[in-house]
């Protein structure tokens, strides 16, 4: 009897303890985005590219070696280019980056301004995709390959 009495007690005391322990953890919170990196044949055409099509603001970067450029992308993080890779890559439209914006016409003539070819999902030439949650899509390509997505979903 006195064992159990003894048993039921370090149990309780245990319990306790444990919800106590819990109530001082601090929650972990998700991890966050910090960086994308993109890695690029020609670091000056492509941070031309991206300081010109999305009107990135560029930041200091630590290495001040020719090779980098970092961009704000504003809360969401950051972008970093790379000098090194050795040629345009084939890449899959599946692996892309997606950025919106306010308005997709608006952005579609600056595209054009520029020569950029756009298409949409299904790969029809100067065409929008609708979602059907009624989100506007386009895609298009950064001078070494790298699909983009971008779309009003602002």
């Not at 790379?82 to 899959?92: E, L, Y």
Request: one cysteine or more.
């Amino acid at each position: 009897m006195k064992i159990s009495i003894l048993l039921i007690t370090a149990v309780l005391s245990l319990s306790s303890f444990h919800k106590s322990m819990a109530q001082t953890e601090k929650k972990q919170h998700a991890a966050v985005l910090n960086h994308i990196a993109v890695y690029v044949t020609d670091l000056e055409k492509s941070t031309e590219f991206y300081k010109s099509v999305f009107e990135f603001t560029q930041i200091p970067e630590p290495f001040h070696d020719g090779r980098h450029t970092w961009f704000s992308l504003g809360p969401a993080g950051q972008l970093h280019l790379i000098q090194g890779a050795k040629g345009k890559g084939n890449f899959d439209k599946n692996e892309h980056l997606c950025f919106s914006v306010d308005s997709i016409e608006t952005f579609i003539t600056k595209l054009k301004a520029k020569d950029i070819p756009y298409e949409n999902w299904a790969g029809a030439a100067q065409s929008v995709t609708l979602r059907v949650d009624g989100i506007k899509q386009i895609y298009f390509q950064d001078p070494d390959g790298h699909w983009l997505e971008v779309n009003n979903d602002n």
